[in-house]
């Protein structure tokens, strides 16, 4: 039977299972939740009738148009960003071309490129974590398909200047590559590009409900861009893309008056917390953008992680040669942050 030489021969590894009654500190979501009381008021519109038609994404399209100020013409709604991407690779992925990113970066990138037949052209940090961005434009050449900023990229959370973002796009315009604008931890990070997407034909911006608006579970994210790139991707969109629990989510938690400001507060408020605690430890950390803080360990990545999860707390580790002395873990409110740091002090001292 055949098989899509590119799509056997990868070597995937499933998310987490088990992690209910964790401190799930690993994966970058909120450690605590929406508040309940909103999230039983949105549950109360859900009733059978409700699960018996098929989604309708205009209503929460309408709506994010309102909060975005762009038109409904520019957006498209996915089932969550991973889906957003593969999208773009399929569409946008010359086969046989290449895609560049940093490295390290989101793993769904180089994964992407395997799927769709693309190869790889991931531009490595310096060891100390700066980006040297000619050789990002270097690398954007005649052979390149698309290229991804993320703003601010995982782990470390490094970031652009408009300037830097300017350069690129203009590098890949001039080979006919698309630029994909990772946004996923926009909220954590007072800036934006998304207005890019009316200054340049070959910009698209991705977002997901799944970090601020701790809404992992049900899968939103969602797309913005030119009319005729967002186009394409409602062409190859299935047509019932994204469940209408998801939407109606989004609906109400963009409506939710002061609820973005309230859980950015308590984001901060908590990392701030962490960083000062970090520094009077004398560690060194990263943990200016996004919600992860990016630390350096006594004892070794591996040893510190298997230790927390005794205390029932999950972090993240890396194999990679530049993050293999570093875990990550998400950041939340002062209260998780405190419960993480007693128990990483007792096993990393």
């Known amino acids: 039977m055949y098989v899509k030489e590119c799509i056997r021969d990868i070597e995937r590894i499933g998310g987490r299972q088990g992690r209910q009654g964790f401190l799930r500190l690993d994966m970058n979501e909120n450690p605590e939740s929406l508040p309940a009381e909103l999230v039983e008021r949105i549950k109360r519109e859900l009733t059978p009738e409700f699960f018996a038609v098929y989604p309708e994404p205009e209503r929460f399209l309408l709506v994010l148009s309102d909060y975005l100020g762009v038109g409904v013409e520019n957006l498209c709604v996915t089932n969550g960003s991973d889906m957003a991407l593969r999208y773009l690779f399929e569409i946008f992925g010359r086969p046989g071309s290449a895609a560049v990113t940093v ?147 989004g609906e109400r938690l963009l409506q939710e008056p002061g609820l973005i400001g309230q859980l950015t507060a308590i984001e901060r408020e908590g990392r701030e917390y962490l960083k000062k605690s970090l520094a009077e430890h004398g560690y060194v950390f990263y943990a200016e953008h996004g919600n992860y803080a990016f630390i350096r360990t006594k004892h070794p990545p591996a040893w510190v992680r298997e230790r927390l999860e005794e205390k029932k707390i999950l972090i993240k580790t890396y194999c990679q040669e530049l993050l293999k002395d570093y875990i990550r873990i998400s950041t939340g409110s002062v209260r998780v942050m405190e419960r993480f740091a007693k128990a990483f002090y007792e096993v990393d001292r």
């Open 103 to 249: 490295s390290p970066t989101f793993e769904m990138y180089r994964i992407n490129c395997l799927i769709f037949g693309l190869r790889h052209k991931p531009v490595s940090y310096n060891p100390d974590f700066s980006l040297d961005l000619d050789r990002v434009l270097d690398a954007i050449t005649d052979e390149v398909s698309i290229v991804s900023v993320l703003n601010p990229n995982n782990p470390i959370g490094t970031v652009y200047t408009e300037e830097e973002f300017d350069r690129i796009v203009k590098k890949a315009a001039a080979v006919g590559a698309l630029v994909i604008v990772d946004e996923a931890y926009h909220y954590f990070y007072e800036k934006t590009f998304l207005k890019k997407i009316f200054l340049y034909d070959n910009v698209v911006l991705v977002r997901t409900f799944s970090k601020l608006f701790s809404s992992a579970a049900v899968r939103l994210g969602f797309l913005v861009g030119n009319k005729r790139l967002i186009h394409y991707v409602w062409n190859v969109r299935p047509t019932f893309d994204t469940n209408a629990v998801a939407l109606k989510f």
